[in-house]
Protein backbone atom coordinates (compact mmCIF):
# COMPACT_ATOMS: atom_id res chain seq x y z
CA UNK A 1 0.00 0.00 0.00
CA UNK A 2 3.02 2.08 0.82
CA UNK A 3 4.70 1.74 -2.21
CA UNK A 4 0.87 2.27 -4.50
CA UNK A 5 -0.21 5.48 -2.53
CA UNK A 6 3.33 7.19 -1.81
CA UNK A 7 5.07 8.33 0.75
CA UNK A 8 3.78 10.26 3.83
CA UNK A 9 5.87 13.58 2.62
CA UNK A 10 4.52 12.73 -1.08
CA UNK A 11 1.01 12.61 -0.14
CA UNK A 12 1.35 16.06 2.00
CA UNK A 13 2.69 17.25 -1.25
CA UNK A 14 6.54 17.47 -0.41
CA UNK A 15 9.13 16.49 -1.99
CA UNK A 16 11.17 13.77 -0.25
CA UNK A 17 15.13 13.64 0.90
CA UNK A 18 17.20 12.68 -2.53
CA UNK A 19 18.15 8.79 -1.86
CA UNK A 20 21.22 7.04 -2.48
CA UNK A 21 19.05 5.41 -5.21
CA UNK A 22 17.66 8.16 -7.06
CA UNK A 23 21.63 10.02 -7.91
CA UNK A 24 22.53 6.91 -10.22
CA UNK A 25 19.32 7.33 -12.14
CA UNK A 26 19.61 10.52 -12.73
CA UNK A 27 23.65 10.44 -13.45
CA UNK A 28 22.40 7.86 -15.61
CA UNK A 29 19.73 9.90 -17.85
CA UNK A 30 22.05 12.39 -18.47
CA UNK A 31 24.74 10.27 -19.69
CA UNK A 32 21.89 8.59 -21.65
CA UNK A 33 20.59 12.32 -22.97
CA UNK A 34 24.80 13.26 -23.71
CA UNK A 35 25.45 10.11 -25.49
CA UNK A 36 21.88 10.62 -27.98
CA UNK A 37 22.96 14.40 -28.49
CA UNK A 38 26.19 13.03 -29.45
CA UNK A 39 24.92 10.39 -31.50
CA UNK A 40 22.31 13.63 -33.53
CA UNK A 41 25.56 15.44 -33.77
CA UNK A 42 27.64 12.69 -35.27
CA UNK A 43 25.10 12.07 -38.01
CA UNK A 44 24.54 15.95 -38.53
CA UNK A 45 28.30 16.05 -39.05
CA UNK A 46 28.74 13.01 -41.51
CA UNK A 47 26.01 14.16 -43.79
CA UNK A 48 27.24 17.42 -43.83
CA UNK A 49 30.05 16.32 -44.87
CA UNK A 50 28.62 13.79 -47.79
CA UNK A 51 26.40 16.88 -48.47
CA UNK A 52 29.47 18.92 -49.52
CA UNK A 53 31.44 15.93 -51.00
CA UNK A 54 29.03 15.77 -53.53
CA UNK A 55 28.17 19.77 -54.10
CA UNK A 56 32.02 19.65 -54.78
CA UNK A 57 31.48 16.82 -57.11
CA UNK A 58 28.47 18.81 -58.69
CA UNK A 59 30.05 22.22 -58.99
CA UNK A 60 32.86 21.07 -61.68
CA UNK A 61 30.65 18.91 -63.38
CA UNK A 62 28.26 21.10 -64.79
CA UNK A 63 31.17 23.91 -65.23
CA UNK A 64 32.68 21.42 -67.74
CA UNK A 65 29.32 20.36 -69.49
CA UNK A 66 27.99 23.85 -69.65
CA UNK A 67 31.43 25.62 -70.49
CA UNK A 68 31.60 22.92 -73.46
CA UNK A 69 28.10 23.62 -74.57
CA UNK A 70 27.34 27.00 -73.94
CA UNK A 71 30.90 28.56 -73.37
CA UNK A 72 30.44 30.05 -70.84
CA UNK A 73 30.53 28.31 -67.17
CA UNK A 74 28.88 28.34 -63.59
CA UNK A 75 29.77 31.72 -62.47
CA UNK A 76 32.25 31.15 -59.29
CA UNK A 77 32.31 27.94 -59.42
CA UNK A 78 36.17 27.16 -59.38
CA UNK A 79 36.05 29.98 -56.25
CA UNK A 80 33.12 28.10 -54.56
CA UNK A 81 35.00 24.52 -55.14
CA UNK A 82 38.15 26.03 -53.22
CA UNK A 83 36.27 27.38 -50.61
CA UNK A 84 34.52 23.85 -50.51
CA UNK A 85 37.68 22.37 -49.89
CA UNK A 86 38.41 23.86 -47.13
CA UNK A 87 35.03 23.17 -45.28
CA UNK A 88 35.00 19.17 -46.36
CA UNK A 89 38.99 19.15 -44.85
CA UNK A 90 37.85 20.87 -41.50
CA UNK A 91 34.50 18.46 -41.58
CA UNK A 92 36.35 15.86 -42.17
CA UNK A 93 39.09 16.52 -39.91
CA UNK A 94 36.16 17.07 -37.20
CA UNK A 95 34.88 13.16 -38.57
CA UNK A 96 38.53 12.08 -38.10
CA UNK A 97 38.56 13.09 -34.31
CA UNK A 98 35.66 11.67 -33.88
CA UNK A 99 37.00 8.12 -35.04
CA UNK A 100 40.53 8.37 -33.80
CA UNK A 101 41.45 8.53 -37.79
CA UNK A 102 44.01 11.42 -37.39
CA UNK A 103 47.33 10.96 -39.18
CA UNK A 104 49.58 9.85 -36.05
CA UNK A 105 52.93 7.73 -35.25
CA UNK A 106 52.18 4.44 -33.91
CA UNK A 107 54.50 4.63 -30.92
CA UNK A 108 51.86 5.37 -28.67
CA UNK A 109 50.42 1.75 -29.03
CA UNK A 110 54.56 0.49 -27.73
CA UNK A 111 53.12 1.05 -24.13
CA UNK A 112 51.30 -1.56 -22.47
CA UNK A 113 47.78 -1.42 -21.86
CA UNK A 114 47.20 -0.15 -18.35
CA UNK A 115 47.67 2.81 -16.03
CA UNK A 116 50.59 4.60 -18.00
CA UNK A 117 48.62 4.16 -21.41
CA UNK A 118 45.47 5.42 -19.71
CA UNK A 119 47.76 8.61 -18.20
CA UNK A 120 49.01 8.73 -21.60
CA UNK A 121 46.15 9.30 -23.44
CA UNK A 122 44.65 11.91 -21.02
CA UNK A 123 48.42 13.59 -21.99
CA UNK A 124 47.41 13.14 -25.91
CA UNK A 125 43.73 14.20 -24.95
CA UNK A 126 44.76 17.64 -23.18
CA UNK A 127 47.23 18.46 -25.42
CA UNK A 128 44.85 18.10 -28.86
CA UNK A 129 42.35 20.03 -26.91
CA UNK A 130 44.44 22.51 -25.67
CA UNK A 131 45.71 23.03 -29.52
CA UNK A 132 42.72 22.99 -31.16
CA UNK A 133 41.27 25.90 -28.47
CA UNK A 134 43.61 27.95 -29.85
CA UNK A 135 43.58 26.99 -33.11
CA UNK A 136 40.22 27.93 -32.98
CA UNK A 137 40.92 31.31 -31.03
CA UNK A 138 43.46 32.55 -34.03
CA UNK A 139 40.66 31.12 -36.83
CA UNK A 140 38.11 33.31 -34.83
CA UNK A 141 40.55 36.67 -34.75
CA UNK A 142 41.42 35.62 -38.69
CA UNK A 143 37.64 35.56 -39.44
CA UNK A 144 36.96 38.84 -37.47
CA UNK A 145 39.78 40.76 -39.66
CA UNK A 146 38.21 39.77 -42.75
CA UNK A 147 34.47 40.81 -42.07
CA UNK A 148 35.48 43.62 -41.73
CA UNK A 149 37.33 43.98 -45.07
CA UNK A 150 34.89 44.92 -48.30
CA UNK A 151 34.74 43.31 -51.24
CA UNK A 152 35.13 39.81 -50.67
CA UNK A 153 31.64 38.70 -51.72
CA UNK A 154 30.87 36.07 -54.66
CA UNK A 155 28.48 36.26 -57.86
CA UNK A 156 25.71 34.67 -55.57
CA UNK A 157 26.20 37.68 -52.26
CA UNK A 158 28.08 35.72 -49.62
CA UNK A 159 31.35 36.96 -48.10
CA UNK A 160 34.24 35.19 -47.98
CA UNK A 161 34.21 35.46 -43.96
CA UNK A 162 31.25 33.25 -44.16
CA UNK A 163 33.10 30.50 -45.52
CA UNK A 164 35.79 30.85 -43.19
CA UNK A 165 33.82 30.08 -39.56
CA UNK A 166 33.83 26.56 -40.66
CA UNK A 167 37.56 26.76 -38.70
CA UNK A 168 36.63 28.16 -35.49
CA UNK A 169 33.66 26.04 -35.05
CA UNK A 170 35.03 22.88 -35.92
CA UNK A 171 38.27 23.37 -33.98
CA UNK A 172 36.05 23.66 -30.71
CA UNK A 173 33.80 20.64 -31.43
CA UNK A 174 37.40 18.95 -32.15
CA UNK A 175 38.79 20.12 -28.84
CA UNK A 176 35.85 18.72 -27.44
CA UNK A 177 36.00 15.37 -29.21
CA UNK A 178 39.95 14.85 -28.08
CA UNK A 179 38.95 15.88 -24.26
CA UNK A 180 35.82 13.30 -25.11
CA UNK A 181 38.02 10.60 -26.41
CA UNK A 182 41.22 11.14 -23.63
CA UNK A 183 39.65 8.65 -21.52
CA UNK A 184 36.97 6.26 -21.02
CA UNK A 185 35.91 7.86 -17.34
CA UNK A 186 34.81 11.45 -17.06
CA UNK A 187 37.85 12.08 -14.74
CA UNK A 188 39.58 11.62 -17.58
CA UNK A 189 37.77 13.61 -20.13
CA UNK A 190 37.69 16.84 -17.20
CA UNK A 191 41.26 16.86 -16.60
CA UNK A 192 42.43 17.09 -20.73
CA UNK A 193 39.58 19.51 -21.17
CA UNK A 194 40.92 21.76 -18.04
CA UNK A 195 44.33 21.12 -18.68
CA UNK A 196 44.11 22.17 -22.30
CA UNK A 197 41.67 24.91 -21.40
CA UNK A 198 44.14 25.82 -18.40
CA UNK A 199 46.97 26.01 -21.03
CA UNK A 200 45.42 28.51 -23.17
CA UNK A 201 44.58 30.60 -20.91
CA UNK A 202 48.26 30.94 -19.74
CA UNK A 203 49.61 31.28 -23.13
CA UNK A 204 46.84 33.90 -24.56
CA UNK A 205 46.66 36.02 -20.90
CA UNK A 206 50.78 35.47 -20.68
CA UNK A 207 53.44 38.18 -21.57
CA UNK A 208 55.77 35.12 -21.81
CA UNK A 209 55.83 34.22 -25.12
CA UNK A 210 59.50 33.42 -25.86
CA UNK A 211 59.96 31.55 -22.30
CA UNK A 212 56.99 29.17 -22.99
CA UNK A 213 58.76 27.93 -27.41
CA UNK A 214 61.39 25.37 -25.62
CA UNK A 215 58.98 23.73 -22.76
CA UNK A 216 56.22 24.07 -25.50
CA UNK A 217 57.84 22.50 -28.01
CA UNK A 218 59.29 19.26 -25.73
CA UNK A 219 55.30 19.01 -24.72
CA UNK A 220 54.73 18.33 -28.13
CA UNK A 221 57.35 15.83 -28.88
CA UNK A 222 56.46 13.90 -25.84
CA UNK A 223 52.49 13.69 -27.64
CA UNK A 224 53.31 12.92 -30.80
CA UNK A 225 56.03 10.12 -29.75
CA UNK A 226 52.38 8.83 -26.97
CA UNK A 227 50.41 9.48 -30.21
CA UNK A 228 49.11 12.83 -30.43
CA UNK A 229 47.78 13.69 -34.07
CA UNK A 230 50.82 15.36 -35.96
CA UNK A 231 48.52 18.01 -37.07
CA UNK A 232 48.16 18.86 -33.27
CA UNK A 233 52.20 18.80 -32.87
CA UNK A 234 52.56 21.02 -36.19
CA UNK A 235 49.94 23.35 -35.13
CA UNK A 236 51.46 23.81 -31.93
CA UNK A 237 54.83 24.28 -33.02
CA UNK A 238 53.87 26.81 -35.64
CA UNK A 239 51.41 28.72 -32.99
CA UNK A 240 54.52 29.32 -30.49
CA UNK A 241 57.34 29.63 -32.67
CA UNK A 242 54.91 32.74 -34.30
CA UNK A 243 53.74 33.64 -30.23
CA UNK A 244 57.09 33.43 -29.51
CA UNK A 245 58.13 36.04 -31.62
CA UNK A 246 55.33 38.59 -30.97
CA UNK A 247 53.58 37.93 -34.50
CA UNK A 248 49.57 37.25 -34.16
CA UNK A 249 49.06 33.03 -34.03
CA UNK A 250 46.28 33.70 -36.43
CA UNK A 251 48.86 33.77 -39.27
CA UNK A 252 48.80 30.01 -38.97
CA UNK A 253 44.76 29.34 -39.71
CA UNK A 254 46.43 32.75 -42.52
CA UNK A 255 48.28 30.27 -44.01
CA UNK A 256 45.87 27.16 -44.27
CA UNK A 257 43.17 29.82 -45.97
CA UNK A 258 45.45 30.45 -48.40
CA UNK A 259 44.98 26.88 -49.43
CA UNK A 260 42.02 27.34 -51.25
CA UNK A 261 43.66 28.84 -54.01
CA UNK A 262 45.43 25.97 -55.07
CA UNK A 263 44.03 25.40 -58.05
CA UNK A 264 44.46 21.50 -58.13
CA UNK A 265 43.87 20.67 -54.28
CA UNK A 266 39.96 20.38 -54.86
CA UNK A 267 41.24 17.36 -57.14
CA UNK A 268 42.61 15.63 -53.65
CA UNK A 269 39.08 15.04 -51.92
CA UNK A 270 37.33 14.94 -55.32
CA UNK A 271 39.95 11.45 -56.54
CA UNK A 272 40.06 10.11 -52.76
CA UNK A 273 36.08 9.71 -53.18
CA UNK A 274 36.37 8.24 -56.39
CA UNK A 275 38.92 5.77 -55.12
CA UNK A 276 36.90 4.78 -52.08
CA UNK A 277 33.99 4.02 -54.45
CA UNK A 278 36.29 1.96 -56.80
CA UNK A 279 37.83 0.31 -53.86
CA UNK A 280 34.64 -0.97 -51.86
CA UNK A 281 32.86 -2.02 -55.03
CA UNK A 282 33.55 -4.73 -57.33
CA UNK A 283 35.80 -2.91 -59.32
CA UNK A 284 38.85 -5.30 -58.25
CA UNK A 285 37.67 -8.87 -59.40
CA UNK A 286 36.80 -7.20 -62.77
CA UNK A 287 40.15 -5.98 -63.33
CA UNK A 288 41.43 -9.20 -61.75
CA UNK A 289 39.14 -11.49 -64.37
CA UNK A 290 40.88 -8.95 -67.27
CA UNK A 291 44.06 -8.88 -66.61
CA UNK A 292 43.80 -12.68 -65.94
CA UNK A 293 42.70 -12.91 -69.16
CA UNK A 294 44.79 -11.17 -70.98
CA UNK A 295 47.84 -12.17 -69.18
CA UNK A 296 47.28 -15.50 -68.22
CA UNK A 297 48.96 -17.22 -71.16
CA UNK A 298 52.34 -15.94 -70.38
CA UNK A 299 55.16 -17.37 -68.52
CA UNK A 300 54.63 -15.39 -64.86
CA UNK A 301 51.27 -14.43 -66.12
CA UNK A 302 49.64 -14.58 -63.18
CA UNK A 303 51.84 -12.84 -60.82
CA UNK A 304 52.39 -9.74 -63.67
CA UNK A 305 48.68 -9.63 -63.82
CA UNK A 306 49.03 -9.06 -59.62
CA UNK A 307 51.69 -6.18 -60.03
CA UNK A 308 49.37 -4.51 -62.99
CA UNK A 309 46.23 -4.92 -61.28
CA UNK A 310 47.75 -3.36 -57.69
CA UNK A 311 49.45 -0.76 -59.61
CA UNK A 312 46.23 0.78 -61.31
CA UNK A 313 44.51 0.61 -58.08
CA UNK A 314 47.15 2.27 -56.06
CA UNK A 315 47.18 4.68 -58.60
CA UNK A 316 44.13 5.41 -58.34
CA UNK A 317 42.97 4.93 -54.34
CA UNK A 318 46.42 7.12 -53.62
CA UNK A 319 47.12 4.32 -51.31
CA UNK A 320 49.31 1.24 -50.74
CA UNK A 321 47.23 0.47 -47.63
CA UNK A 322 43.92 0.34 -49.73
CA UNK A 323 44.87 -1.58 -52.55
CA UNK A 324 47.12 -4.74 -49.50
CA UNK A 325 43.64 -4.78 -47.79
CA UNK A 326 41.21 -4.47 -50.26
CA UNK A 327 42.78 -6.47 -53.10
CA UNK A 328 45.62 -8.44 -51.46
CA UNK A 329 43.15 -10.82 -50.20
CA UNK A 330 42.15 -11.37 -53.70
CA UNK A 331 45.46 -11.81 -55.20
CA UNK A 332 47.43 -14.49 -52.92
CA UNK A 333 44.93 -17.22 -53.01
CA UNK A 334 45.54 -16.68 -56.96
CA UNK A 335 48.85 -16.88 -56.43
CA UNK A 336 48.76 -19.80 -54.50
CA UNK A 337 46.09 -22.08 -56.58
CA UNK A 338 48.70 -21.20 -59.61
CA UNK A 339 51.72 -23.00 -57.36
CA UNK A 340 53.57 -20.23 -57.24
CA UNK A 341 55.90 -20.04 -53.94
CA UNK A 342 54.12 -19.05 -50.69
CA UNK A 343 57.06 -16.69 -49.73
CA UNK A 344 57.02 -14.87 -53.29
CA UNK A 345 53.30 -15.05 -53.26
CA UNK A 346 53.01 -12.95 -49.94
CA UNK A 347 56.23 -11.18 -50.96
CA UNK A 348 54.58 -9.93 -54.17
CA UNK A 349 51.16 -8.57 -52.80
CA UNK A 350 53.34 -6.98 -50.83
CA UNK A 351 55.48 -5.27 -53.02
CA UNK A 352 52.72 -4.89 -55.61
CA UNK A 353 50.55 -2.64 -53.18
CA UNK A 354 52.83 0.90 -53.85
CA UNK A 355 53.67 0.31 -57.47
CA UNK A 356 51.38 3.09 -59.03
CA UNK A 357 52.42 5.68 -57.26
CA UNK A 358 53.64 7.61 -59.86
CA UNK A 359 51.00 7.52 -62.88
CA UNK A 360 47.75 9.60 -62.99
CA UNK A 361 45.90 9.69 -61.11
CA UNK A 362 47.72 8.90 -58.23
CA UNK A 363 47.06 11.38 -54.90
CA UNK A 364 50.49 11.93 -53.72
CA UNK A 365 51.97 13.35 -56.71
CA UNK A 366 48.70 16.20 -56.97
CA UNK A 367 49.81 16.73 -53.32
CA UNK A 368 53.43 17.04 -53.82
CA UNK A 369 52.87 19.51 -56.69
CA UNK A 370 50.47 21.74 -54.13
CA UNK A 371 53.45 21.39 -51.76
CA UNK A 372 55.96 22.16 -54.26
CA UNK A 373 54.39 24.65 -56.20
CA UNK A 374 54.68 22.13 -59.64
CA UNK A 375 52.54 21.58 -62.21
CA UNK A 376 51.00 18.32 -62.07
CA UNK A 377 50.42 17.08 -65.74
CA UNK A 378 54.60 17.58 -65.74
CA UNK A 379 55.08 15.73 -62.88
CA UNK A 380 52.97 12.71 -64.18
CA UNK A 381 54.52 13.38 -66.92
CA UNK A 382 58.15 12.97 -65.74
CA UNK A 383 57.09 10.01 -63.53
CA UNK A 384 55.46 8.31 -66.35
CA UNK A 385 59.53 6.51 -67.75
CA UNK A 386 60.42 5.50 -63.86
CA UNK A 387 57.09 4.15 -63.12
CA UNK A 388 56.86 1.87 -65.72
CA UNK A 389 61.01 0.89 -65.30
CA UNK A 390 60.15 -0.18 -61.64
CA UNK A 391 56.85 -2.02 -63.24
CA UNK A 392 59.34 -4.17 -65.74
CA UNK A 393 61.60 -4.78 -63.25
CA UNK A 394 59.27 -6.63 -60.53
CA UNK A 395 57.54 -8.07 -63.43
CA UNK A 396 60.70 -9.58 -65.45
CA UNK A 397 61.43 -10.75 -61.62
CA UNK A 398 57.85 -12.54 -61.52
CA UNK A 399 58.81 -14.14 -64.83
CA UNK A 400 62.00 -15.58 -63.73
CA UNK A 401 59.99 -17.35 -60.67
CA UNK A 402 57.09 -18.72 -63.21
CA UNK A 403 59.93 -19.65 -65.05
CA UNK A 404 61.78 -21.63 -62.50
CA UNK A 405 58.95 -22.89 -60.97
CA UNK A 406 57.18 -23.78 -63.63
CA UNK A 407 53.72 -22.82 -62.59
CA UNK A 408 50.34 -23.16 -64.19
CA UNK A 409 49.35 -21.00 -67.52
CA UNK A 410 46.31 -20.86 -69.39
CA UNK A 411 45.48 -20.91 -72.81
CA UNK A 412 44.21 -17.59 -74.18
CA UNK A 413 40.43 -17.37 -74.64
CA UNK A 414 39.31 -14.88 -76.94
CA UNK A 415 35.86 -14.87 -75.88
CA UNK A 416 36.86 -14.77 -72.57
CA UNK A 417 39.24 -11.69 -72.95
CA UNK A 418 36.01 -9.91 -75.18
CA UNK A 419 34.04 -10.61 -72.19
CA UNK A 420 35.92 -9.48 -68.90
CA UNK A 421 36.95 -6.25 -71.45
CA UNK A 422 33.24 -5.31 -71.96
CA UNK A 423 32.73 -6.31 -68.12
CA UNK A 424 35.60 -3.87 -66.81
CA UNK A 425 34.73 -1.01 -69.17
CA UNK A 426 33.68 1.07 -66.77
CA UNK A 427 36.83 0.42 -64.66
CA UNK A 428 39.09 1.33 -67.90
CA UNK A 429 36.80 4.44 -68.48
CA UNK A 430 37.42 6.36 -65.37
CA UNK A 431 41.44 6.66 -65.37
CA UNK A 432 41.34 6.93 -69.09
CA UNK A 433 39.11 9.85 -68.52
CA UNK A 434 41.17 11.50 -66.05
CA UNK A 435 44.57 10.88 -68.07
CA UNK A 436 43.06 12.00 -71.07
CA UNK A 437 41.76 14.87 -69.93
CA UNK A 438 44.68 15.89 -67.86
CA UNK A 439 47.45 15.28 -70.79
CA UNK A 440 45.09 16.95 -73.56
CA UNK A 441 44.42 19.85 -71.10
CA UNK A 442 40.11 19.23 -72.02
CA UNK A 443 39.33 19.47 -68.87
CA UNK A 444 41.12 20.98 -65.58
CA UNK A 445 42.47 18.38 -63.08
CA UNK A 446 39.54 19.45 -60.54
CA UNK A 447 36.73 18.94 -63.31
CA UNK A 448 38.28 15.44 -64.33
CA UNK A 449 38.81 14.33 -60.87
CA UNK A 450 34.64 15.24 -60.54
CA UNK A 451 33.88 13.14 -63.68
CA UNK A 452 35.95 10.51 -61.93
CA UNK A 453 34.03 10.74 -59.07
CA UNK A 454 30.36 10.42 -61.29
CA UNK A 455 31.88 7.99 -63.48
CA UNK A 456 32.55 5.62 -60.38
CA UNK A 457 29.66 6.35 -58.30
CA UNK A 458 27.65 5.84 -61.42
CA UNK A 459 29.58 2.43 -62.07
CA UNK A 460 29.58 1.00 -58.77
CA UNK A 461 26.11 1.85 -57.27
CA UNK A 462 23.65 2.29 -60.43
CA UNK A 463 25.49 -0.12 -63.12
CA UNK A 464 26.66 -3.00 -61.26
CA UNK A 465 25.17 -2.10 -57.97
CA UNK A 466 28.17 -3.66 -56.12
CA UNK A 467 27.73 -0.40 -53.53
CA UNK A 468 24.25 0.20 -52.39
CA UNK A 469 23.44 3.78 -52.84
CA UNK A 470 21.74 4.19 -49.90
CA UNK A 471 22.93 1.89 -47.63
CA UNK A 472 26.61 1.59 -48.29
CA UNK A 473 27.71 4.93 -50.87
CA UNK A 474 27.43 6.95 -47.53
CA UNK A 475 29.55 5.06 -45.07
CA UNK A 476 32.39 5.29 -48.40
CA UNK A 477 32.00 9.11 -48.92
CA UNK A 478 32.31 9.35 -45.41
CA UNK A 479 35.27 7.01 -44.73
CA UNK A 480 36.65 9.34 -48.21
CA UNK A 481 35.86 12.27 -46.18
CA UNK A 482 37.91 11.12 -43.12
CA UNK A 483 40.89 10.62 -44.60
CA UNK A 484 41.30 14.04 -46.45
CA UNK A 485 40.31 15.76 -43.52
CA UNK A 486 42.85 14.00 -42.05
CA UNK A 487 45.03 15.00 -44.70
CA UNK A 488 43.89 18.40 -45.52
CA UNK A 489 44.56 20.15 -42.02
CA UNK A 490 47.94 18.42 -42.06
CA UNK A 491 48.36 20.03 -45.25
CA UNK A 492 46.99 23.55 -44.09
CA UNK A 493 49.25 23.93 -40.41
CA UNK A 494 51.87 22.48 -42.08
CA UNK A 495 51.89 25.78 -44.43
CA UNK A 496 52.20 27.98 -41.41
CA UNK A 497 55.27 25.98 -40.19
CA UNK A 498 56.30 27.01 -43.42
CA UNK A 499 55.86 30.00 -43.82
CA UNK A 500 57.77 30.48 -40.39
CA UNK A 501 60.44 28.57 -41.12
CA UNK A 502 60.55 30.31 -44.32
CA UNK A 503 60.59 33.88 -42.56
CA UNK A 504 63.05 32.90 -40.18
CA UNK A 505 65.49 32.29 -42.95
CA UNK A 506 65.68 28.21 -41.48
CA UNK A 507 65.74 26.78 -45.13
CA UNK A 508 68.63 28.88 -46.18
CA UNK A 509 70.73 27.79 -43.13
CA UNK A 510 70.14 24.33 -43.86
CA UNK A 511 71.36 25.23 -47.42
CA UNK A 512 74.42 26.89 -46.53
CA UNK A 513 75.31 24.21 -43.87
CA UNK A 514 74.77 21.24 -46.63
CA UNK A 515 76.91 23.49 -49.19
CA UNK A 516 79.75 23.60 -46.82
CA UNK A 517 79.96 19.98 -45.32
CA UNK A 518 78.49 18.58 -49.15
CA UNK A 519 80.24 19.40 -52.25
CA UNK A 520 78.87 16.63 -54.19
CA UNK A 521 75.68 16.29 -56.09
CA UNK A 522 76.24 12.37 -56.27
CA UNK A 523 76.84 12.70 -52.99
CA UNK A 524 73.90 14.87 -52.01
CA UNK A 525 71.75 12.58 -54.30
CA UNK A 526 72.87 9.36 -52.57
CA UNK A 527 72.20 11.05 -48.95
CA UNK A 528 69.38 12.26 -49.62
CA UNK A 529 68.08 8.19 -50.86
CA UNK A 530 69.06 7.16 -47.84
CA UNK A 531 67.40 9.52 -45.44
CA UNK A 532 63.92 9.73 -47.62
CA UNK A 533 64.49 5.73 -47.62
CA UNK A 534 64.76 5.51 -43.83
CA UNK A 535 61.78 8.53 -43.32
CA UNK A 536 59.47 6.82 -45.92
CA UNK A 537 59.37 3.72 -43.78
CA UNK A 538 58.43 5.65 -40.80
CA UNK A 539 56.52 8.33 -41.69
CA UNK A 540 52.89 7.78 -43.92
CA UNK A 541 53.18 9.35 -46.75
CA UNK A 542 51.50 12.43 -47.08
CA UNK A 543 52.36 13.09 -43.76
CA UNK A 544 55.79 12.88 -45.43
CA UNK A 545 55.38 14.68 -48.35
CA UNK A 546 53.50 17.89 -46.51
CA UNK A 547 56.52 18.02 -43.61
CA UNK A 548 59.55 17.19 -46.03
CA UNK A 549 58.79 19.00 -49.47
CA UNK A 550 59.33 22.44 -48.32
CA UNK A 551 62.41 22.30 -46.82
CA UNK A 552 63.88 19.79 -49.71
CA UNK A 553 63.16 21.60 -52.87
CA UNK A 554 65.69 24.73 -51.90
CA UNK A 555 67.84 22.32 -50.56
CA UNK A 556 67.92 20.36 -53.91
CA UNK A 557 67.80 23.81 -56.07
CA UNK A 558 70.81 24.73 -54.51
CA UNK A 559 72.88 21.76 -56.13
CA UNK A 560 71.26 22.16 -59.54
CA UNK A 561 68.75 19.28 -59.62
CA UNK A 562 65.81 20.31 -61.21
CA UNK A 563 62.43 20.50 -59.42
CA UNK A 564 60.61 17.83 -61.44
CA UNK A 565 63.35 15.46 -61.28
CA UNK A 566 63.53 15.75 -57.13
CA UNK A 567 59.78 15.49 -57.52
CA UNK A 568 60.17 11.70 -58.87
CA UNK A 569 63.02 10.89 -57.34
CA UNK A 570 61.23 11.80 -53.51
CA UNK A 571 58.14 10.43 -54.49
CA UNK A 572 60.29 6.69 -55.74
CA UNK A 573 62.11 7.13 -52.38
CA UNK A 574 58.61 6.57 -50.58
CA UNK A 575 57.30 4.24 -52.97
CA UNK A 576 60.07 1.95 -51.80
CA UNK A 577 60.68 2.90 -48.45
CA UNK A 578 57.27 1.48 -47.83
CA UNK A 579 59.40 -2.21 -47.82
CA UNK A 580 62.00 -0.88 -45.27
CA UNK A 581 62.21 -2.84 -42.56
CA UNK A 582 61.93 -2.93 -39.75
CA UNK A 583 58.78 -0.40 -39.85
CA UNK A 584 58.16 0.12 -43.81
CA UNK A 585 53.53 0.66 -43.92
CA UNK A 586 53.56 -2.09 -46.33
CA UNK A 587 55.23 -5.22 -43.95
CA UNK A 588 53.06 -3.74 -41.02
CA UNK A 589 49.83 -4.38 -43.42
CA UNK A 590 50.88 -7.20 -45.03
CA UNK A 591 51.54 -8.99 -41.82
CA UNK A 592 47.95 -7.87 -39.98
CA UNK A 593 46.20 -8.56 -43.20
CA UNK A 594 47.98 -12.02 -44.19
CA UNK A 595 48.54 -12.95 -40.38
CA UNK A 596 52.46 -13.10 -41.36
CA UNK A 597 55.30 -12.96 -38.84
CA UNK A 598 57.00 -9.66 -39.78
CA UNK A 599 60.40 -11.01 -39.61
CA UNK A 600 59.12 -13.29 -42.39
CA UNK A 601 57.95 -10.54 -44.27
CA UNK A 602 61.56 -8.69 -43.68
CA UNK A 603 62.95 -11.95 -45.52
CA UNK A 604 60.46 -12.89 -48.44
CA UNK A 605 60.16 -9.19 -49.46
CA UNK A 606 63.94 -8.21 -49.64
CA UNK A 607 64.48 -8.92 -53.46
CA UNK A 608 61.55 -6.60 -54.27
CA UNK A 609 63.04 -3.96 -52.13
CA UNK A 610 66.64 -4.78 -53.60
CA UNK A 611 65.15 -4.57 -57.42
CA UNK A 612 63.43 -0.96 -56.22
CA UNK A 613 66.64 0.32 -54.88
CA UNK A 614 68.51 -0.63 -58.09
CA UNK A 615 65.60 1.43 -59.93
CA UNK A 616 65.88 4.04 -57.45
CA UNK A 617 69.42 4.49 -58.25
CA UNK A 618 68.85 4.52 -61.72
CA UNK A 619 66.06 7.02 -62.19
CA UNK A 620 68.24 9.09 -59.53
CA UNK A 621 71.57 9.27 -61.94
CA UNK A 622 69.67 9.32 -65.03
CA UNK A 623 67.56 12.48 -65.11
CA UNK A 624 66.71 11.26 -69.28
CA UNK A 625 64.06 8.89 -67.74
CA UNK A 626 62.23 12.15 -65.91
CA UNK A 627 62.93 15.40 -67.24
CA UNK A 628 64.69 14.20 -70.40
CA UNK A 629 61.50 12.24 -71.29
CA UNK A 630 59.39 15.24 -70.34
CA UNK A 631 61.10 17.47 -73.14
CA UNK A 632 60.58 14.76 -75.80
CA UNK A 633 57.03 14.87 -74.51
CA UNK A 634 57.01 18.28 -75.31
CA UNK A 635 58.25 18.68 -78.90
Not at 109 to 138: D, H, M, P
Not at 162 to 168: N, Q, R, T
Not at 532 to 545: D, N, P, Q, R
Amino acid sequence: MTEANGSPQQQAGRAPPSTPDQSPFAVQATIRTMRATGSLMASVERWFAIAVLLLMTLLPTLESVIRRTLGRGVPDSIVLTQHLTLWIGFLGALLAAGSGKHLALATGEFLAVGRWRNAAQVYVGALSTGVCILLAQASLTLVKADATATGNAFAYGPPEWWFELIMPVTLVLMALRFAWRASRGWPGRGIALVAGAGTCLLALLGDHGSALVWPGAVALLLGVLLGAPLFVAMAGLAMLLFFGDGVSIAAVPAETYRLVTSPSLPAIPLLTAAGYVLAEGGASQRLARLARATLGWAPGGIALMVVVVCAGFTAFTGGSGVTILAVGGLMLPMLLSEKYPKGFSVGLVTCAGSLGLLFPPSLPVILYAVVAKASVQDLYLAGLLPGIALLLAVGIYAVVIGLRDRARRQAFDGREFGRALWTAKWELLIPAIVVFSIVTGFATIVESAALAVVAAISSQSFVFRDLHWREQLPGTLQRASTLVGAVLILLGVAMGLTSYLVDAQIPDALIEWTRTHIDSQVVFLLLLNAVLLVLGSVLEIFSAIIILAPLLAPMALAYGIDPLHLGIVFLLNLEIGFLLPPMGLNLILSSTRFNQPLVRLYRVSLPFLLIGIAVLLLVTYAPMLTTGALELIRR
